[in-house]
């Protein structure tokens, strides 16, 4: 049976991409709706092929609609979501803004499916950063148990949104043509820079982008013991997270049995050769593709229980839109 689906934020950088994975998938899609702000209102979005004009999310009556997709910024899901959920409506929210919140499902579908069918109308899709990582470690944490998890990321502008993307671009055509770069949406200079913030300074000193990868851990593997401790940082990549991971785990477990464990995980790709080139790189690999990839797998010698390991995948793709559309294949039934 085929749903009529809203997409929320449907010109944004993730938007765009739930549309495209939609048709990909081949999704049962009735009707679709495009919906934006006042300001996109009008433009045009394809589908199949055909261009579906973008309604005015304001002006949207979310009862012609079954599921939707938001991804317009956690503002415009606090005021809408709960609208489309009053109207009849499942939301896949791809914000923070529901996350932590108890009775809201936070779901990587292939770690934790099962707490899918508890929701009270909102999904939510966890952080680009958290996902890459749970969908990784989350074979060794059920082989072996994990006790802490140290993680540096080394994350792609697009999860800043279009307007970072042309940043990157242009401050980088810029500095090869001898001109000033302009600094408007990152903090300080990306082209040819890494930048360690992203989001916003919490009292302890972290970022929020690093609490986030806390929180969501914990929740999502159910464990408020597991420790996490992240640097959050952003380089000048357009598509695509990596990410160190160091990790102790409860119970010994060796490179080789890792690897073994990681090359039948759902959704895990090992690019892992010990050669030169013989690991996933964002560029070459993960950009465009749906893939968790992991690679330098490694016992790590300063510690008893440790392993490290590089962690690469898109975030726009695993990182939000096609978390959101496996999750919205998984809620078919029930819709
Ligand atoms: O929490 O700026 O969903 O790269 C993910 C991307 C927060 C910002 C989230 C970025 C966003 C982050």
Redesign the pocket.
């Known amino acids: 049976m085929a749903v009529n689906v809203a997409v929320v934020g449907a010109t944004g950088a993730v938007g765009q991409t739930i549309i495209e994975i939609l048709e990909e998938r081949a999704f049962p899609v009735d009707q679709i709706y495009a919906l934006g702000s006042s300001r996109s209102a009008g433009s045009t979005v394809l589908f199949k092929g055909k261009p579906i004009q973008v309604q005015n999310l304001a002006e949207f009556d979310f009862s012609s609609a079954t599921l939707a997709l938001f991804s317009a910024g956690?503002s415009v899901s606090a005021e809408f979501a709960p609208k489309a959920v009053e109207s009849g409506c499942v939301v896949v929210d791809?914000?923070?803004h529901f996350?932590n919140v108890t009775e809201v499902p936070l779901v990587v579908p292939e770690v934790n499916i099962h707490t899918l069918n508890a929701h009270s109308g909102i999904i939510a899709?966890?952080?680009?950063?958290t996902i890459q990582m749970v969908v990784a470690l989350k074979p060794i944490y059920d082989a072996v148990g994990i006790s802490r998890i140290n993680v540096a990321t080394y994350?792609?502008?697009?999860?800043?949104?279009k307007r970072?993307i042309e940043e990157l671009a242009a401050q980088t055509t810029s500095l090869l043509s001898g001109k000033k770069p302009v600094v408007e949406i990152m903090a300080k200079q990306i082209a040819f820079n890494v930048i360690p913030e992203?989001?916003t300074f919490q009292e302890n000193g972290y970022t929020?982008?690093e609490m986030?990868m806390v929180w969501e851990t914990q929740k999502i593997l159910e464990d408020t013991d597991i420790r996490v401790n992240a640097t959050?940082v952003?380089v000048p990549v357009f598509y695509c997270?990596s990410e160190a991971i160091h990790l102790e785990t409860c119970d010994k477990i060796d490179a080789a049995q890792v690897i073994e464990l990681l090359s039948i995980a759902p959704g895990v790709t090992v690019i892992d050769e010990r050669t030169p080139g013989g690991y996933p790189t964002a560029v070459t690999d993960g950009s465009g593709t749906d893939a968790v990839y992991v690679g330098r797998i490694r016992e790590d010698i300063s510690s008893i229980n440790g392993i490290n390991m590089w962690v690469v995948s898109d975030?726009i793709r695993k990182?939000?839109a096609l978390n959101s559309v496996q999750i919205a294949e998984a809620l078919l039934p029930t819709l």
Do not use: F, L, M, Y
């Open positions: 956690g791809n914000t923070s996350r899709v966890p952080n680009c950063s994350q792609s502008v697009s999860g800043a949104g970072a992203i989001d929020r982008e986030k959050a952003r997270h975030n990182g939000a």
